[in-house]
T-cell receptor, first 114, second 113 residues
């Protein structure tokens, strides 16, 4: 069973640049989630999709952040005009639609803003 | 405000003994609780969960207890093994149709041989 895959694992960029991350969920998982984790904190919810529909967005997801899941399979998270405060681990998770099923996480993309 | 709190940043136990990790929450609408384990440079790994309508769930060496009146849950690991050394996160689902998980800050468990 292939787990959640995230690419790239690490991204270093200069402030003001745009970055895009990709997440491939566990096959047949209809739900896909994005979280952000900073040092010493637990993951914080950003947004989630059921199939291609984005059903919930956190207030943390500012105008500079956009997530897509165009065909209900992989998802991308784009951050425009990156800021120092965007430095974090970006985690993707997936789960089936069945009630009471846990979210399974990928190993994340670590973003460092210079 | 932090809705899920893990008040112990770290815990150290001897191999073979019991590890008890605690978690408190404030939102009575949470309907599902989970524990995740995280090793460095890896994503969180699901361990065990419990529905808000239950008070105990057991899976091998891991047992989760839920006390709704106290808004408290705990994870028991018996017997503890050195490979259990990791950061443990408590998480709660907000319910009401939301799938959002709210996480605590984590407790670093060290199991000494």
């Amino acid at each position: 069973d292939t787990g959640v895959s995230q690419d790239p694992r690490h991204k270093i960029t200069k402030r003001g640049q745009n970055v895009t991350f990709r997440c491939d969920p566990i096959s047949e998982h209809n739900r896909l989630y994005w979280y952000r984790q900073t040092l010493g904190q637990g993951p914080e919810f950003l947004t989630y999709f059921q199939n291609e529909a984005q059903l919930e967005k956190s207030r943390l997801l500012s105008d500079r952040f956009s997530a897509e899941r165009p065909k209900g399979s992989f998802s991308t998270l784009e951050i425009q005009r990156t800021e120092q405060g965007d430095s974090a681990m970006y985690l993707c998770a997936s789960s089936p639609v069945l009630s009471g099923q846990p979210q399974h996480f990928g190993d994340g993309t670590r973003l460092s803003i210079l | 405000d932090q809705q899920v709190k893990q008040n112990s940043p770290s815990l150290s136990v001897q191999e073979g003994r019991i590890s008890i990790l605690n978690c408190d929450y404030t939102n009575s609408m949470f309907d599902y609780f989970l524990w995740y384990k995280k090793y460095p440079a890896e994503g969180p790994t699901f361990l065990i969960s419990i529905s808000s309508i239950k008070d105990k769930n057991e899976d091998g060496r891991f047992t989760v207890f839920l006390n709704k009146s106290a808004k408290h849950l705990s994870l028991h690991i018996v017997p503890s093994q050195p490979g259990d050394s990791a950061v443990y996160f408590c998480a709660a689902r907000t319910g009401g149709g939301s799938e959002k998980l709210v996480f605590g800050k984590g407790t670093k468990l060290t199991v000494n041989p």
